[in-house]
C-alpha cells in the first residue's frame, strides 16, 4: 500500500495536508536534520534544557503543552541520534540517550517523558524492521519527524493484556486496525503513531505504524493526572484504520532470544526520574539561599543569620546530595552495561543489562519521590505556595514513578541475588 492509496500524499513524507492536521501541532521542515556525534547531542541537550527550564513551572501550572518546545526538540536532530549509521544516522547508544533525555527532563519531565517512545520503537524498527520499511520510517527521522505511541489499554485484566486488533480488510486491501488506547504519551505531538495490536482476534503482537493524520485517527487530550501534566498522555482511538502489509512489524519476536530492548525503554525512564531528582535538589538549593528563613532556634544556639547555615538543613542537604549522586551513578552504570550487551549481546550480558537497569529504576523512583518531597521539608512554608511550583518535583516524580512497580525491580534483583535467577524478557525491564 503507497501513501497514496492510505490516503497521504507522498510529496510530503507521508504528512496530510495541512488542513487536516491538528493545528497546535508542531510544523517540522522537511529538510535533514543534523546528525550529531555524542559529544554534539549532549551539547544541544544542554543547551536545549537551559531554555526549557524558566518556564517550565508556569506550563506546569497553567497546563501549557510544549509543542513549541517540542519542535526546537525535533529540529535540533536529538530525536534522530539513534537513527542506525547504515541508514545515515549517528547510531548512537544507550547510554547517550539516556543522559540526553536526564538533561532535558531537569529542565522539564513531560519534555523529558514525551519522546521516550519515539526512542523506544525506532529500536523496534532496528531489530524488526523490514530494509524498506527502515529506509522509510528512518528517512521520516531525520527528516525532522517523530513517532508517538499507543500502546497501554485501560480496563484490561493487566498492564501487558490488550485488545487493539489487526483484521484482514473484506476488500483484501490490507488489514483494519481498531482499538482504543490510553497514556498514549507522545500520540499528540507525533507525526507517526506505533500501534501495538493483536494480528488477528488472537494472533501474536505487532506493531501498526499509522500516520498521526490517517482516517480514523483520533487523539484526545484528555490526560489529568497530578503530575506530569503536560505529556497529554491521553486517549487514542482507531476506528476502521487501513493499514497495508508494509506498516506491519512484529513485536513478539523482540522477545523470543536475549535483547536489550526492555532494558533501553526502562534505562529512559530512569533517566527522567533522575533528572527529575537534581531539578528538585537545585530548586530546593536556590530557594534556600534566596527566600528561607532562619530557624530561631538555629540562630539563637549557632549564631546563624540565614536558613542555608543551618547545619539541620546543611544535614538534609548532604542527604540528598549523596543519594541524587547515587542514582546518577547508577543511570550511568546501566547505561553502560546496555551499551555492552548492544555491543556483544548474549543470555548472559542482556540479564547483566537488565539487572543494572532495574537498580538504577528503583534507585531513581525512591530519591525522586524522596527529594521532590523532602525539599519543601528543608525550603519552609513559603515553598509550598503553588505560585513557587515547587511542588512539581514531587507531582511529576510521583506520577512518573508509577509507570511499573519499583517493588518488581527489587524482586528481580533479590532472585539474582539469592538464587542467580535471571530477570523475565519483556518490555518493562
Known amino acids: 500500500m503507497t501513501l497514496q492509496e492510505a490516503g497521504l500524499p507522498a510529496t510530503t513524507g507521508g504528512r496530510a495536508p495541512a488542513e487536516a492536521a491538528d493545528p497546535r501541532r508542531p510544523i517540522r521542515t522537511a529538510a535533514r536534520v543534523e546528525v550529531l556525534d555524542a559529544a554534539g547531542a549532549l551539547a544541544a541537550a544542554a543547551r ?37 549509521r547504515a541508514f545515515g544516522g549517528p547510531g548512537l547508544p544507550a547510554s547517550v540517550v539516556a543522559e540526553v ?40 527521522v531525520l527528516a525532522g519527524r517523530w513517532f508517538g505511541n499507543a500502546q497501554s489499554e485501560r480496563g484490561t485484566r493487566h498492564v501487558r493484556d490488550f485488545r487493539t486488533t489487526l483484521t484482514r480488510d473484506a476488500r483484501g486491501e490490507g488489514w483494519r486496525l481498531n482499538g482504543t488506547k490510553f497514556y498514549c504519551t507522545g500520540a499528540l505531538f507525533a507525526d507517526w503513531i506505533p500501534v501495538l495490536a493483536h494480528l488477528g482476534p488472537d494472533g501474536p503482537m505487532h506493531v501498526a505504524w499509522v500516520h498521526r493524520d490517517a482516517g480514523g485517527v483520533s487523539v484526545v487530550d484528555d490526560w489529568d493526572a497530578v503530575g506530569q501534566r503536560t505529556t497529554a498522555s491521553g486517549t487514542a482511538t482507531f476506528t476502521d484504520v487501513l493499514v497495508g502489509d508494509e506498516w506491519i512489524t512484529d513485536y513478539a519476536e523482540v522477545f523470543t532470544g536475549p535483547t536489550t530492548f526492555g532494558s533501553s525503554a526502562q534505562l529512559i525512564h530512569a533517566a527522567i526520574d533522575t533528572g527529575i531528582a537534581r531539578a528538585a535538589l537545585d530548586d530546593a538549593a536556590a530557594f534556600v539561599t534566596t527566600k528561607s528563613r532562619p530557624y530561631p532556634d538555629a540562630m539563637a544556639i549557632h549564631g546563624i543569620d540565614r536558613a542555608a547555615q543551618d547545619p539541620v538543613i546543611v544535614q538534609a542537604f548532604g542527604e540528598m546530595e549523596l543519594a541524587v549522586r547515587g542514582t546518577e551513578a547508577l543511570l550511568a552504570e546501566a547505561g553502560r552495561a546496555v551499551d555492552a550487551a548492544d555491543g556483544d549481546l548474549s543470555e548472559e550480558s542482556a540479564a547483566a543489562a537488565a539487572l543494572a537497569v532495574a537498580a538504577a529504576r528503583a534507585s531513581s523512583t525512591r530519591v525522586s519521590v524522596e527529594v521532590g518531597s523532602r525539599l519543601l521539608e528543608v525550603a519552609g512554608t513559603r515553598a509550598a505556595l503553588s505560585a513557587e511550583g515547587l511542588d512539581r518535583h514531587w507531582r511529576n516524580a510521583r506520577t512518573h514513578t508509577l509507570h511499573d512497580p519499583a517493588a518488581w525491580k527489587l524482586q528481580h534483583l533479590g532472585r539474582w541475588a539469592v538464587e542467580r535467577q535471571p530477570p523475565p524478557r519483556h518490555g518493562q525491564l
Not at 509543542?67 to 541520534?81: D, M, N, T
Request: charged share 20%; glycine share 6%; net charge positive.
Open 48 to 84: 536545549l534544557a537551559q531554555e526549557f527550564a524558566p518556564q517550565a513551572a508556569a506550563r506546569d501550572r497553567e497546563r501549557i503543552l510544549p509543542f513549541e518546545q517540542l519542535r526546537r526538540l525535533a529540529l535540533s536532530g536529538l530525536l534522530a541520534i539513534t537513527v542506525p
Open 101 to 140: 533525555v536526564r538533561r532535558i527532563s531537569w529542565a522539564d519531565p513531560s519534555i523529558g517523558q514525551i519522546p521516550l517512545s519515539h526512542f523506544v520503537y525506532v529500536n523496534q524498527l532496528r531489530l524488526q524492521g523490514s530494509r524498506s520499511q527502515q529506509e522509510r520510517l528512518f528517512g521520516e
